[in-house]
T-cell receptor, first 113, second 117 residues
């Protein structure tokens, strides 16, 4: 079955450490997205990529970095510059046209040690 | 700026009754898509229903219907015959086309629905 795989499910970060969240999709979608969700809140866009080797900052990109070297992969690195990284991170993908919903992974819960 | 507003942080409904979850949006674009997603406590996002800005008929998907009032910029979700499994967080979202040719989706803060037995 096609879908989006996020790993790990749970991740712990030490102070000053960079960590990378994996997102892989086999839906052949061009666009991929990373969202952050804080408890009881909606989703906020961190980064998105419409095509391989291209990505754009979302609303809360500071302290995060991404790469898009392959169509199926869109890893997110949470850098030490992100002072409050504890959150639930969701990866999504989609294709045009406008009426296509986003497909989501199961998420990664990141906590500070 | 585009914006999605969900004014009900939490809602209670009796099992087998209908419930309406409110959503208003703000955009200057003429072409956009409106979505509702369900997020159970496990965290995954489940697509429920879609309404296009040019669609004249309200969208329906099984027990879900979308009450679309374009002039009022509202897109309320109606769940009929509520079930205990409907207890979850519900998000309204709007998708717009970017100048770069891609799409961007923004989400509301969500409404937590509790279905009582």
């Amino acid at each position: 079955d096609g879908g989006i795989t996020q790993s790990p499910k749970y991740l712990f970060r030490k102070e000053g450490q960079n960590v990378t969240l994996s997102c892989e999709q086999n839906l052949n979608h061009d666009a991929m997205y990373w969202y952050r969700q804080d408890p009881g809140q909606g989703l906020r866009l961190i980064y998105y990529s419409q095509i391989v080797n291209d990505f754009q900052k979302g609303d809360i990109a500071e302290g995060y970095s991404v790469s898009r070297e392959k169509k199926e992969s869109f890893p997110l690195t949470v850098t030490s510059a992100q002072k409050n990284p504890t959150a639930f991170y969701l990866c999504a993908s989609s294709n045009g046209p406008l009426n296509q919903p986003q497909h989501f992974g199961d998420g990664t819960r990141l906590s500070i040690l | 700026a585009q914006k999605i507003t969900q004014t009900q942080p939490g809602m209670f409904v009796q099992e087998k009754e209908a419930v309406t979850l409110d959503c208003t949006y703000d955009t200057s674009d003429q072409s956009y898509g409106l979505f509702w997603y369900k997020q159970p406590s496990s965290g995954e996002m489940i697509f429920l229903i879609y309404q296009g800005s040019y669609d004249e008929q309200n969208a329906t998907e099984g027990r879900y219907s979308l009450n679309f009032q374009k002039a009022r910029k509202s897109a309320n979700l109606v769940i009929s015959a509520s079930q205990l499994g409907d207890s979850a967080m519900y998000f309204c979202a709007m998708r717009e086309k970017l100048n770069t040719g891609g799409f961007k989706t923004i989400f509301g803060a969500g409404t937590r629905l509790f279905v009582k037995a």
